[in-house]
């Protein structure tokens, strides 16, 4: 005899759907914008700071948060050695989408004022 599988529950709140898969999409997003708008922030400054300042911005939250997941993760939940190189991935692109974010938002900084 063979069991069907039940479909988990949709997550219902906002912190449940918020997924290290998602946080990663959009990190590389918005990074890749920044990037592309990094481009031509050497003729147009003035017009392009805000945006830029604003995709920086959200390239670090999805950084931390992705960290921040993946902390409360291996936190809560002792898991095998199967899963270790997934943690170890998501370790490394929160890194990778933290640091030139913030680095980069303090660059910025002193023009935002």
Do not use: N
């Not at 529950?9 to 990663?24: H, V």
């Not at 708008?37 to 017009?47: R, Y």
């Not at 409360?72 to 990778?96: K, L, N, T």
């Amino acid at each position: 005899m063979t069991h069907k599988r039940r479909a988990p529950p949709p997550p219902r709140g906002w912190r449940q759907r918020w997924t290290i898969q998602r946080a990663t999409v959009a990190g590389l997003g918005c990074g890749l914008a920044a990037l592309l708008l990094a481009s031509a922030f050497g003729s147009w400054a003035d017009a392009v700071l805000y945006p830029y300042a604003i995709l920086l911005a959200l390239t670090l939250v999805c950084g931390l948060s992705i960290l921040w997941i993946s902390f409360w993760d291996m936190r809560a939940r002792e898991r095998g050695v199967q899963v270790r190189p997934i943690r170890a991935f998501d370790v490394v692109a929160g890194i990778v989408l933290t640091v030139p974010s913030a680095y980069a938002l303090w660059v910025l900084w002193p023009q935002l004022r």
